[in-house]
């Protein structure tokens, strides 16, 4: 029997604040342990919360973008359970009434069409502490443990209360590959509108998957597991296709899955047991006391739109319509900095293809073997579109055009500047390349015996041998011509 998987996503985001979500700590990444926290946070008795209303206002932005419904009036819930990392024993979330609903998303796999992914809802809450758990190593120190089963534990509270968004898919992914997707079109869309950073390795984005198998044509869904710990593309990417592959087996072994949570464990690569999976209903929702319903204006909504730039999914079909391929024009759109900084090229008169390669191949090259991203170095869209019409021109080759985005990577300037400071000037004409290539033909009788028996490859020494003594900076064209010139006379 064939069977297909069936998998919704839940996406939970950090939103780009400077303080948490109802008091004014500081929204920080990697301070040292509770030294983030006030009476608010840590729920202490008494203290009352009040919304930030930047946070709600990125929600919003999020919500627009992914093409959801905003209510005019939403409220938030408190969703009750106990556990070390949150310290009033409940969670101020969002339940009946989220901040936005019923939005989609488009994804494409390599050589796919497009596919829709619609969106449940989008709810606003404050995100919980975090615990973290040691074990015992074998020469006795305590060493990190990632398994709530650890022998000790501690919980930093540094993250409780800072402004979470979690967005529910409907379950219409089919494969791990969609589910991977699904998540990096989601954070290209987050980061590009700068609603948060989306970064995995740091908890600013994570992911919970909730997956089902049934039989091909199959209406009904199958029980489902939700998957926890997954911290990059590639872990969950792998942790759907193991969770897939496990229920099947169950199922063909006359097995039966269990509702419940499951854990990934990277290392084994597997996803463990943790806990029986709760309902809506174990978390005895209700309306959250001491916060007012949030009232959504057309005007404050319209205020907000006004943010909501080109995507990246506009922009790629703007290129394709430019000329570019599907392929060159997604990498083109990879970041905001990036797309912008191509688009600065393009309205100096660039053409688009050029710009792109050299994007892609050479600067991207750079910003990796450098550790220097394009937007904090030093190179100017002028500045590579001078290459480029250089190198059109003849007035550098290829190989010296490199060495001077080197040069306007990491210092700056101007790249005719550079072109003279470095001695990189083509040498396209004249008595000095004739002589050149006068002197490679006398101290070269071998390639142009082989050259005039037929063998066309051996112009090719030739051509290498007048570029060394060039360094470089000889027209190749023209030595070719000269070249040809004077074997065929």
């Not at 919980?128 to 074998?138: C, E, L, Q, V």
């Not at 700068?194 to 869904?221: K, T």
């Not at 990796?368 to 002028?382: N, W």
Request: negative net charge; glycine residues 6%.
């Amino acid at each position: 029997m064939q069977y297909e998987a069936v998998i919704g996503l839940e996406v939970h985001v950090e939103l780009a604040t400077n303080s948490k979500l109802f008091c004014s700590c500081a929204n920080q990444f990697g301070a040292p342990p509770n030294s983030l926290v006030c009476p608010i946070c840590l729920g202490l008795p008494g203290s009352l919360p009040r919304v930030n209303q930047r946070a709600v206002e990125l929600h919003l932005l999020a919500a627009r973008a992914l093409e959801c419904r905003v209510p005019a009036l939403s409220k938030f819930d408190r969703k009750n359970y106990f556990y070390p990392d949150m310290p009033k024993d409940f969670q101020t979330s969002q339940y009946d009434q989220p901040l936005a609903a019923h939005g989609r998303l488009f994804i494409s796999e390599l050589g796919e069409p497009e596919k829709t992914i619609n969106i449940t809802r989008i709810h606003l809450e404050e995100d919980t502490g975090k615990s973290i758990h040691f074990k015992r190593a074998a020469n006795g120190e305590l060493v990190p443990d990632r398994l709530a089963s650890s022998e000790l534990s501690l919980v930093d509270y540094n993250r409780a209360g800072v402004p979470l968004m979690e967005i529910v898919s409907e379950p219409e992914i089919r494969s791990a590959d969609e589910a991977s997707a699904y998540l990096q079109k989601m954070r290209e869309i987050l980061v590009w509108l700068g609603i948060s950073d989306c970064r995995m390795e740091e908890g600013s984005m994570r992911c919970d998957a909730n997956i089902s198998v049934r039989p091909v044509g199959q209406q009904e869904f199958g029980t489902k597991t939700e998957i926890k710990n997954m911290n990059s593309f590639k872990s969950v990417r792998d942790a759907v296709d193991y969770e897939i592959a496990r229920q099947i087996k169950v199922i063909q072994e006359g097995g039966k899955i269990v509702q419940e949570t499951r854990g990934w464990d990277e290392a084994r690569k597997l996803t463990i047991s943790m806990r029986s999976k709760e309902d809506a209903h174990d978390y005895r929702y209700f309306p959250e006391p001491d916060l007012p319903p949030l009232e959504i204006s057309a005007e404050w909504l319209s205020q907000i739109e006004k943010n909501l730039v080109e995507l990246p999914r506009q922009r790629a079909q703007r290129y394709m319509q430019g000329g570019l391929s599907p392929y060159d024009a997604g990498l083109m759109v990879q970041s905001r900095a990036l797309s912008d900084f191509f688009e600065q090229c393009l309205s100096l008169g660039a053409e688009a293809k050029e710009v792109s390669n050299w994007l892609a191949n050479e600067v991207a090259r750079l910003s990796q073997d450098r550790g220097i991203p394009l937007a904090e170095s030093r190179l100017s869209p002028g500045g590579l579109v001078q290459i480029i019409q250089q190198l059109s021109q003849s007035k550098v080759n290829r190989q010296g055009a490199r060495q001077v985005l080197e040069k306007l990577f990491e210092e700056g300037g101007q790249t005719e500047e550079w072109i003279e400071k470095l001695g990189l000037g083509s040498i396209s004409g004249g008595e000095e390349l004739k002589q050149m290539v006068d002197q490679t033909l006398q101290a070269n009788p071998g390639p142009i015996a082989e050259y005039k028996a037929g063998k066309e490859k051996a112009l090719n020494q030739l051509v290498g041998q007048v570029m060394k003594q060039s360094k470089g900076r000889a027209n190749a064209a023209e030595v070719m011509r000269l070249l040809k010139e004077a074997l065929d006379a």
